[in-house]
C-alpha cells in the first residue's frame, strides 16, 4: 500500500467516525423533543401494548412521517428521529461508497452498493 | 397507570439493559425483549421493533469510537454485510409468517447461546502470513494499532465465516437482536480473527445489519413511538454510562450474574412459548 492510498483511508475513517457520533446524537435530540410534546399532549392517557395493532398509516411511511411531525405531533416527532437513526448506518454506506471511489477500489465498490440496495429494498 | 409512568418504569429498565448490555458485550436487545414481554406483556411484535431501533443507537455510538481508533476491519465488516444484510431481510420477512410462540421459543434458545457464549474464555487468534487467494482478493488482510505498535494478521476460512454471519442476520432480522454472540462465533472460531477486531467490527456491522431489517419493521407498523422513545434513549444512556465505567470495574463476577439472570429469563422465554401464553 502506497502512503497516498493510507492516508486516505484513514481520512475516510474520521469522517465516518464522526458522522455515526453525530447521527446518533442528532437523532436522539430529536426523539426527545417528541418525547416532550408526546407527554405533555398524552402522558394522562392509558397505555394498550398487548395486543399487536400495528401503527396508524400516518407513522409507518416517510411522508406521512414528515407531515404530521411538523404539525408538532408528538408520536410522528419520536417517528421521525428514529427514522434518522435508521438513516446513519445507510449514511455510513454511502460514505464508505465515496470512499472506495476515491481509492478506485472497484470489487468494494460493488459489494457496498449491493450492501445499499439490500437496504433500499427493505425501506422501499 | 398513567403513559407518563409507564414511560419513566420503561426508561428506568432501559438505562439497566443498555448498561448490563454494554459491560457484557451481549448488547441491550436480549434483555429488553424479555423484559418488555414477560414484565409489562408488550407484545412480542412491538419488543422486537423497539429493540431493533435500540440496537442501531448503541452499535452505531459505539462504532464511532473504534472506528476512529483504527481497530475496527472496515473492509471484513463491509464484506460480511453483504451476508448479515440479506439474511435479516429474510428473517424479517419470515418473522411475519411464523408465530409468536415459535418466535419466542427461538429467542430463547438464542438467549442460552449467548449466555453460554459470554461466559467461555474468548481464545485470542493472531494469524499471519499471505492468507489464501480469497483474502487476498479480498483486501481482508489489516493491522491494528497496539502498545508496542502496528500488529498484522490474516484472515481464515472465509467462506465458513460468511455463511455463519448469513445465520446471524437471518436471527438478528427474526428476533431483532444484535446476535453478537453469533457474529463473534463466525470471526474468532471461524475466521480465526484477533479478539479486539473481532468484536469492534461486529459492532460495526450490527448497526447496519438491524437497518436492513428495520425498515421492513417499520413498515408493517412494528415499531411503535411511544414505547420505542424511552427504550433507546434508556438504552443508549446505559451504555454510555457502561463505557465509562467498563475499565474501572471488575466484569467477571457480573458476567456470571448475568448469564445467570439471562438464563432464567430465555428458561421462561421458552415455557411461555411452549404454552402459548406468548
Known amino acids: ?124 | 397507570m398513567t403513559i407518563l409512568l409507564f414511560t419513566i418504569i420503561i426508561f428506568g429498565f432501559a438505562v439497566l439493559a443498555g448498561l448490563l448490555g454494554s459491560l457484557t458485550g451481549l448488547g441491550g436487545g436480549v434483555v429488553i425483549i424479555p423484559v418488555l414481554t414477560l414484565l409489562f406483556k408488550v407484545d412480542i411484535h412491538y419488543a422486537i421493533g423497539t429493540s431493533l431501533i435500540s440496537v442501531i443507537a448503541t452499535s452505531s455510538g459505539a462504532a464511532a469510537a473504534y472506528v476512529k481508533e483504527g481497530i475496527s476491519n472496515i473492509r471484513l465488516g463491509m464484506f460480511l454485510e453483504l451476508a448479515t444484510t440479506t439474511g435479516a431481510v429474510a428473517g424479517a420477512f419470515i418473522a411475519a409468517y411464523i408465530s409468536t410462540s415459535i418466535i419466542a421459543i427461538i429467542f430463547g434458545l438464542i438467549l442460552i447461546l449467548s449466555a453460554i457464549a459470554s461466559l467461555l474464555k474468548h481464545g485470542d487468534h493472531l494469524v499471519t502470513g499471505n492468507g489464501s487467494y480469497l483474502t487476498r482478493k479480498l483486501k481482508l488482510n489489516n493491522s491494528f494499532p497496539t502498545s508496542e505498535g502496528k500488529q498484522d494478521y490474516t484472515v481464515k476460512n472465509v467462506v465458513g465465516g460468511f455463511f455463519m454471519m448469513n445465520v446471524a442476520g437471518v436471527i438478528s432480522g427474526l428476533l431483532g437482536i444484535g446476535s453478537g454472540a453469533l457474529k463473534v462465533i463466525a470471526m474468532d472460531n471461524i475466521m480465526r480473527v484477533p479478539f479486539k477486531v473481532s468484536t469492534t467490527t461486529s459492532n460495526f456491522m450490527i448497526g447496519v445489519t438491524a437497518a436492513a431489517s428495520a425498515g421492513i419493521y417499520f413498515k408493517r407498523g412494528y415499531i411503535d413511538p411511544s414505547l420505542s422513545m424511552p427504550v433507546v434513549i434508556g438504552v443508549l444512556i446505559g451504555a454510555l454510562i457502561g463505557t465509562k465505567i467498563l475499565f474501572a470495574t471488575k466484569v467477571s463476577t457480573l458476567k456470571i450474574i448475568f448469564a445467570i439472570v439471562i438464563l432464567l429469563l430465555a428458561l421462561e422465554m421458552i415455557y411461555n412459548g411452549a404454552m402459548h401464553k406468548i
Not at chain 1, 57 to 74: D, E, S
Not at chain 1, 94 to 100: E, R
Open chain 1, 1 to 124: 500500500m502506497d502512503t497516498k492510498h493510507q492516508t486516505n483511508d484513514k481520512d475516510v475513517e474520521k469522517i465516518m467516525g464522526n458522522l455515526l457520533r453525530y447521527g446518533v446524537i442528532f437523532s436522539a435530540l430529536i426523539v426527545i423533543i417528541g418525547a416532550v410534546f408526546y407527554l405533555l399532549q398524552h402522558g394522562n392517557e392509558q397505555p394498550h401494548y398487548v395486543t399487536f395493532l400495528g401503527e396508524p398509516k400516518h407513522i409507518t411511511n416517510i411522508k406521512g412521517i414528515f407531515l404530521t411531525a411538523f404539525n408538532g405531533r408528538g408520536r410522528s416527532i419520536i417517528q421521525l428521529g428514529l427514522l434518522f437513526l435508521i438513516a446513519t448506518p445507510i449514511a455510513r454506506i454511502i460514505l464508505s461508497i465515496v470512499g472506495y471511489v476515491l481509492e478506485r477500489d472497484y470489487l468494494y465498490i460493488i459489494i457496498t452498493l449491493i450492501v445499499f440496495g439490500v437496504i433500499l429494498f427493505s425501506l422501499m
